[in-house]
């Protein structure tokens, strides 16, 4: 009897998001803002849903647990994506808290912001912002999702008043914060997308610096989950963008950013030759890398 063989064509919802990337971008302006997979239900979290500081005991015993997990998948991580950093002389300077910065295009990239956090001299706490939707996944996504030291964001007034308390106690004792500026995910997305100010807020108000990250791809042998190109991780750390305390907390907000942005899309034009001005980001699967 013959055995059948394995299915290794490329995901059909895989290819499905690609194009719903494709079009958004095509339409520009808001629309790379727009979630392109589904969102986990739930709704948007009360104040007595979320222990930001982890005060409570059962947060702790929580978190000490999921911190043992994911430090157990890094390497694991590592491996798998081929990660290299690149500009870790960038760090040198760094004193206390600070924002770090980088391209959201999937899963487990910010793993490869971890390798970062980890070489910043002294000793620092690794956060991260997330969608606050995320924080109702269920499983051992779920569970990291809710107790590896992660920041739901939340439209209630009084969650977010918490949020903003929180990240000011984490920056001040020498925390550092992962704040995707592109706000939503997309998946294998090359490009640097429009940032949104909140990253840049928080540095401005709380006067520590932006570690920018850029985090470019490039296709490997085998195929992931999907059964698409693996994809290797290169993690481009580039110069810290300090708020200048003689502007105002907007002026820093829109200058930040501007210069966060402004890095990121010379390191794209830099790797993979393209301008971003005019070049898609759109990952064309089963092609030569860029």
């Given at each position: 009897?013959?055995?059948k063989?394995?299915?290794?064509?490329?995901?059909?919802?895989?290819?499905e998001?690609?194009?719903?990337?494709?079009?958004?971008?095509?339409?520009?302006?808001e629309?790379?803002?727009?979630?392109?997979?589904?969102?986990?239900?739930?709704?948007?979290?009360?104040?007595?849903?979320?222990?930001?500081?982890?005060?409570?005991?059962?947060?702790?015993?929580?978190?000490?647990?999921?911190?043992?997990?994911?430090?157990?998948?890094?390497?694991?991580?590592?491996?798998?994506?081929?990660?290299?950093?690149?500009?870790?002389?960038?760090?040198?300077?760094?004193?206390?808290?600070?924002?770090?910065?980088?391209?959201?295009?999937?899963m487990?990239?910010?793993?490869?912001?971890?390798?970062?956090?980890?070489?910043?001299?002294?000793?620092?706490?690794f956060?991260?912002?997330?969608?606050?939707?995320?924080?109702?996944?269920?499983?051992?996504?779920?569970?990291?999702?809710?107790?590896?030291?992660?920041?739901?964001?939340?439209?209630?007034?009084?969650?977010?008043?918490?949020?903003?308390?929180?990240?000011?106690?984490?920056?001040?004792?020498?925390?550092?914060?992962?704040?995707?500026?592109?706000?939503?995910?997309?998946?294998?997305?090359?490009?640097?997308?429009?940032?949104?100010?909140?990253?840049?807020?928080?540095?401005?108000?709380?006067?520590?610096?932006?570690?920018?990250?850029?985090?470019?791809?490039?296709?490997?042998?085998?195929?992931?989950?999907?059964?698409?190109?693996?994809?290797?991780?290169?993690?481009?750390?580039?110069?810290?963008?300090?708020?200048?305390?003689?502007?105002?907390?907007?002026?820093?907000?829109?200058?930040?950013?501007?210069?966060?942005?402004?890095?990121?899309?010379?390191?794209?034009?830099?790797?993979?030759?393209?301008?971003?001005?005019?070049?898609?980001g759109?990952?064309?699967?089963?092609?030569?890398?860029?």
């Amino acid at each position: 009897m013959k055995r059948k063989k394995k299915d290794l064509s490329p995901s059909p919802e895989r290819l499905e998001i690609l194009e719903r990337i494709r079009r958004l971008e095509a339409e520009g302006g808001e629309s790379f803002y727009v979630d392109v997979e589904p969102d986990p239900s739930g709704h948007q979290l009360r104040p007595d849903e979320v222990d930001y500081l982890q005060k409570k005991v059962s947060s702790k015993f929580k978190a000490f647990w999921a911190r043992r997990v994911a430090a157990a998948a890094q390497p694991k991580l590592r491996r798998h994506f081929q990660m290299k950093i690149l500009g870790e002389e960038n760090l040198a300077g760094i004193r206390g808290g600070a924002i770090l910065t980088s391209n959201h295009f999937g899963m487990f990239e910010n793993m490869a912001v971890k390798e970062v956090a980890d070489r910043v001299p002294g000793k620092h706490k690794f956060w991260r912002v997330i969608k606050g939707l995320n924080y109702f996944q269920t499983g051992w996504v779920g569970f990291l999702m809710k107790n590896c030291d992660t920041l739901p964001l939340s439209e209630n007034l009084k969650t977010s008043r918490l949020l903003h308390e929180a990240m000011g106690k984490i920056l001040a004792d020498d925390g550092l914060v992962l704040v995707y500026p592109e706000q939503a995910m997309w998946w294998n997305y090359r490009k640097p997308r429009p940032f949104k100010p909140g990253a840049f807020f928080f540095a401005a108000k709380f006067n520590v610096p932006i570690i920018p990250i850029f985090v470019t791809m490039s296709e490997i042998e085998g195929l992931d989950m999907y059964h698409f190109p693996r994809q290797a991780y290169t993690v481009h750390i580039m110069p810290p963008i300090y708020p200048n305390p003689e502007k105002t907390l907007r002026e820093n907000e829109r200058e930040m950013l501007a210069r966060n942005q402004q890095l990121c899309n010379d390191k794209y034009r830099e790797v993979y030759g393209k301008d971003p001005n005019q070049s898609s980001g759109v990952w064309e699967p089963f092609k030569t890398s860029d």
